[in-house]
């Protein structure tokens, strides 16, 4: 029994070793070969002191995304249709997920094209990109903040874009943060 026992404990082991680097091989996978798209971030606070260092990222784009999910608040089976609504697990802090679609300009950023419930279809240059939202609409692009070493906030004061990397499925994952003139922080 006692040789089971070891059995188990060290495959349980392995097998969460496994999801781990396949999880992490992903990430690695769309940050190496994703579609890049700049987001232009709106102002937040950038301390906190019980984490370090870090900036709160709140994207431009996301005012849209709001407007575009409530426009037709009333219109409930269209809600329905897309999983969004209260019905869905909002008062449980998840309220929808979805894809933003983007049509990077010439500079590279992003700029709001429409949401829709699936990365597909996209037309010409379009990205579509993961979002989720939570409670009292708050949006979540490719997560909501960037962690910086202790002591660079001055580095990154600048920051007026985030650099996404979008994998095919809508993956986004923040790649760095760009000054004004788009030049990597």
Not at 2 to 18: D, S
Request: glycine fraction near 10%.
């Amino acid at each position: 029994m006692r040789h089971w026992r070891t059995i188990l404990v060290w495959g349980g082991l392995l097998l969460a070793l496994v999801v781990a680097n396949l999880g992490i091989r992903g990430h690695e996978r769309t940050l190496s070969h994703g579609r890049v798209v700049l987001l232009e971030l709106a102002p937040v606070d950038p301390r906190s002191l019980m984490q370090g260092d870090y900036m709160v990222l709140r994207f431009a784009v996301d005012e849209a995304v709001t407007r575009a999910m409530h426009a037709d608040i009333n219109d409930a089976r269209r809600l329905k249709q897309m999983g969004w609504g209260a019905d869905n697990g909002c008062s449980a802090g998840r309220c929808s997920d979805g894809y933003v679609v983007v049509a990077p300009d010439r500079d590279g950023v992003g700029r709001f094209v429409r949401i829709q419930d699936a990365p597909q279809p996209l037309a010409g240059n379009q990205i579509a990109v993961r979002f989720r939202e939570r409670r009292w609409s708050q949006i979540v692009i490719a997560g909501n903040s960037w962690f910086f070493p202790e002591g660079q906030a001055k580095r990154y004061e600048p920051a007026r874009y985030a650099e996404l990397r979008v994998a095919a499925d809508g993956t986004a994952l923040i790649a760095g943060l760009r000054d004004d003139k788009r030049k990597p922080l």
